[in-house]
């Protein structure tokens, strides 16, 4: 089984037509959350194209105002044509206001939109299985939140508001032609084909090249966290080379996808622009030659409508070269979306059960449900059918009944497994690398849910019936990788519980053993810890792990290789601390040093997903069986 950055991701989605358009609806719909913002910046975008359109127009009537009267002696002339430029002006500032409005809108848009998809995508990954982030790339799933919605913000940001304006102004610019003169449009519309052909073909080559670009971009990423995650054990075994020659390949894949993508991309606005400069020469021509002809009417007229044209049709070259252009982010945004979406998709963690954990106080031999922190837990049951609810004291009485479990399918690592835990038992698992020990606190858990044949039971209560998060609050887990979050060293501690007053963060500190390095810090317990803790030893790290674990003070706790970073005679000295924590509780030890586990009420020795023996430190050295032989292979010394 795969874990964090060294998993295996999935293979990249390949989108076919038909994807592309759910995919784009489907974040059309997402935009549909900001309808108001959307429907403005669509107006505005209107009203803007619409008032440049009519100002192109109105530009006619004063170019042949001007060529009517400007040879008379009409004192009024200069007045006209002070009155129609001031139209034309307030024309053009309706225009450019409304269009600085669909900036601003679109990029309070752009940016709403993602942060509240982010937001989504954060909340929706906290309720994912274990088996999410086992079976995938970190980095991988990082590019979800940085790479991939940074191409739907481009398309939010640039595409969406240049589409809109390019598809109104095409529009009103067609409209404007057909009304000046239908002959010259058909002129226009025959290298508007033409174009529209070069657009199809070149955006059809380009389209596939920039879904591959997002994958192999989430590619690197996700090799390059690996390895900047993993920089020690490279240098250890001197691997430098190796990694630089994969990260090289991968880069190298990338830049083939990116060169084809970017080739056809920037091949198609040279020639656009070389036929819209055709297309300009061809309209001059053709309207000379009608204006010659007499069918653009009288000379004044024609020559009016000949220079409105080619303005006109410079105009319509330029939005639609923009929608080519937009075509790319387009695609590239549905490549991001369609990768965003997935991970949206992920099955959530199934959680069927419905009896909770409550704080409690005891009365009486009743069990009383209460707000306040007591120290005492209860079961909360509640019974539909009777319309009644029972409480159970939370004990920490801990049954696996004929538990089967496999990662894949076919390929099993617990066979069959039978334990129990009574309340306040210390249980150590031990056994060789992959017997299937953390499984089995795994499963505890619920990190990966069992058969319907098999069964495990919480104070005789079965687990799948408990909510996963009363399970879980019930037990504290200390893993052999520890995991520190930016902030302080008391921030980290209070991660156990948030409330946590100083007094009881230096309880748990003093429990740990962990009070003669903390005060040695600059800044004692408020010592800012940043990228996990890099400026502690891995020991010192499992310190304050540890005082964590003891200042959430469950009813459970599972110890997983907890001390196995750290030195001997600080072991000891945590053992201690551990046993004070560990009184009146039920713990489950994971270790491989077996000195570690000689005072535990029961040793399970598990080999390939069996427990073949059980006993304490005593009766199994009696058995001479393999606790015998592993315990005396390690201590040959004694």
Known sequence: MAHGGMG???????????????????????????????????VTIIIHAVMYAVATMYLKEILSFIFDRALTNDPERFIGLAKMMGVLIALYLVSVISLTIAARLTLTLSTSMLCELRIKMFKHMQNLPVSYFDNNLRGDIMSRYTNDTDAIRELLSNGFKELIHATVIIISVFVSMLVLSPLLTLVVVGSLVIIGILVVIFTSKTGKYFIRIQEETASVNGYAEEYVSGQKVVKVFCHEDVIIKGFEEKSQGLRKMGTKGHTYSHMLMPLLGNISYINYATVAMSGAALAIHGYLGPITGAIATITMFLQLSRQVSRPVTIVSQQFNSVMMAIAGAKRIFDMLDEPVEADEGYVSLVNCEARCDEIKECEERTGRWAWKHPHKQLGTTTYKPLDGDIVFENVNFSYVEGKPVLKNVNLYAKPGQMIALVGATGAGKTTITNLINRFYDIPEDSKIRYDGINIKKIKKADLRKSMAMVLQDTHLFTGTVRENIRYGKLDATDEEVEAAVEIANATSFISHL???????LTADGSNLSQGQRQLI?????AIADPPVLVLDEATSSIDTRTEAVIQQGLAQLMEGKTVFVIAHRLSTVRNADAILVIENGEIIERGNHEDLLAQKGKYYELFTGLYTWE
């Open 8 to 42: 295996k991701g999935k293979g990249p989605a390949r989108l076919n037509l038909k994807d592309s358009w759910t995919v784009f609806k489907r974040l059309f719909k997402e935009i549909g959350n900001f309808r108001t913002h959307a429907i403005i910046v669509a």
């Open 522 to 528: 600059p800044e004692g317990l408020d010592t800012m």
């Open 545 to 549: 792990n540890i005082a964590r674990a």
